[in-house]
């Protein structure tokens, strides 16, 4: 017998859990079954493995759906010192930083501007590389907190496509306007989920840098995503007036 941890969407209220747990129940293949609304979490003991597509055959309805939970985290405070824990997010921030610069720098006529243009570009195209390493990896965690990814579980796949082809608009400054309105949209959208991953205390992985790093969920990520976003406001407010 082994206890098996899912993350499930759609609950509202005790009628929907109740819904659920009658599912599993007629299923005969499940004991000790534990699901919180709130935590938006699915606990179950069985004899035999299941995953989120087999659970998803038994409850049968669209509204509720379950999501594997590979990307739980536990880290032992003691052990493991925030530099080290983000010391992959802090290494890439200082790469796009310095090659932000130089790039700015041996422009033709060096500006702030340009040297936020070239950051938000950096920032872009690197990331994504890392979330494009592991497509399959970066799409499950992310629908565990991004609202849209939540709903339409291919936004999860093709948003890392999203984060190359801003990342290319600002490096070539293609229509400044669209470009910085969209990484308004996209970021605003991401932030509300970090922002209610937090608030609820949900030990899951940070997949901004992808799945191939064990970062967890924090406000650093939040600070991450507000400095962009702030950026974007400033350079899309520039080029309206």
């Known amino acids: 017998m082994s206890s098996q941890n899912f993350k499930i969407d759609g609950l509202s209220c005790q009628a929907c859990v109740k819904y659920v747990t009658q599912k599993l129940e007629q299923a005969d293949a499940f004991e000790n079954i534990q699901i ?33 939970l590979p990307q739980l985290i536990e880290i032992d405070a003691h052990t493991q010192s925030k530099a080290s824990t983000y010391r992959p997010l802090i290494i890439s921030f200082l790469f796009v930083l310095l090659l932000s610069v130089l790039m700015a720098y041996t422009s033709s006529s060096p500006s702030f501007m340009d040297w936020m243009r070239y950051f938000m570009g950096v920032f872009f195209l690197l990331f994504s590389l890392f979330k494009h390493l592991d497509l399959k990896g ?42 910085n309105a969209l990484t308004i949209v996209v970021l605003g959208i991401t932030t509300l989920g970090v922002v209610e991953t937090i608030t609820h205390k949900q030990k899951i992985q940070c997949a901004c840098i992808g799945s191939i790093f064990n970062l ?3 406000k650093v990520t939040l600070i991450e995503n507000s400095t962009m976003m702030i950026m974007a406001a400033y350079m899309l407010i520039t080029a309206l007036f």
């Open 36 to 68: 919180s609304s709130d935590l938006k979490a699915l606990s179950l003991e069985s004899q035999r493995f299941w995953d989120a597509a087999s659970l998803n055959t038994i409850i049968d309805k669209e509204r509720y759906t379950v999501f594997d």
């Open 138 to 179: 970066f799409a499950s965690s992310f629908r565990m907190y991004d609202p849209l990814a939540k709903r339409w579980g291919l936004y999860a796949w093709i948003y890392p496509f999203i984060e190359t082809s801003l990342g290319i608009a600002y490096v070539i400054n293609l229509n400044s306007i669209f470009m």
């Open 216 to 218: 967890p969920m924090s």
